[in-house]
Antibody, heavy 121, light 108 residues
Framework: QVQLVQSGAEVKKPGASVKVSCKAS????????MQWVRQAPGQGLEWMGR????????DFAQKFQGRVTMTRDTSINTIYMDLRSLRYDDTAVYYC??????????????WGPGTMVTVSS | VLTQSPGTLSLSPGERATLSCRAS???????LAWCQQKPGQAPRLLIY???WRPTGIPDRFSGSGSGTDFTLTISRLEPEDFAVYYC???????????FGQGTKVEIK
């Protein structure tokens, strides 16, 4: 079955960086876009960006431009999200999400369990 | 921008739920999706392309609408349907996605 496994919770100080990983299984990794969405405590969902596993191409929300990097390692079906210059308001659950691509166009059909990132001094 | 209403919907099991999502300008129905999120869980896709259900989603969930106004209807609420629902929109050039602020469906 399709599965997304994310790395564990992180606690970081303001100004630091965090790198979250997401390993995909159960489908052809290069056939689907992958997305990152975050959710601050008690808040709604916020789209961060997308990566095309086949090419490594990325698109980011303007809010995160210059502060986020998304990469992939096709040899191990894993994507990474690196967020720099962390602020207190970056405290959130970060979800790795499969974009349905040709199955469910423009919609996110499989969500990872989320990775809690806490920014605290 | 997507605006969902109401913010909270208080209903009893067995009742019909009607959730609204309004876009600030006309959008293609292909680009509108709905997802459900229960406390402590990741969201789950319910509807894509405004009215298509992915495999495994019960048919009591239905989507409709076009232009700027879209609706998610739950025909008869089951106990497991009490959750927060988000609409989601794809915007082209540059590609990006946005979510509504959510509608909480709670037990009355």
């Amino acid at each position: 079955q399709v599965q997304l496994v994310q790395s564990g919770a992180e606690v970081k100080k303001p100004g630091a960086s965090v790198k979250v990983s997401c390993k995909a299984s159960g489908y052809i990794f290069s056939d689907y876009y992958m997305q990152w969405v975050r959710q601050a405590p008690g808040q709604g969902l916020e789209w961060m960006g997308r990566i095309t596993p086949r090419t490594g191409d990325t698109d980011f929300a303007q809010k995160f431009q210059g502060r986020v990097t998304m990469t992939r390692d096709t040899s191990i079906n894993t994507i990474y999200m690196d967020l720099r210059s962390l602020r207190y308001d970056d405290t959130a659950v970060y979800y790795c999400v499969r974009d349905g691509t040709s199955d469910t166009p423009y919609a996110f059909d499989v969500w990872g369990p989320g990775t809690m990132v806490t920014v605290s001094s | 921008v997507l605006t969902q209403s109401p913010g909270t919907l208080s209903l009893s099991p067995g009742e019909r739920a009607t959730l609204s999502c309004r876009a600030s300008q006309s959008v293609g129905s292909t680009y509108l999706a709905w997802c459900q999120q229960k406390p402590g869980q990741a969201p789950r896709l319910l509807i894509y392309g405004a009215y298509w259900r992915p495999t495994g989603i019960p048919d009591r969930f239905s989507g409709s609408g076009s232009g700027t106004d879209f609706t998610l209807t739950i025909s008869r609420l089951e106990p497991e349907d009490f959750a927060v629902y988000y609409c989601q929109l794809y915007i082209d050039s540059p590609p990006r996605w946005t979510f509504g602020q959510g509608t909480k469906v709670e037990i009355k």
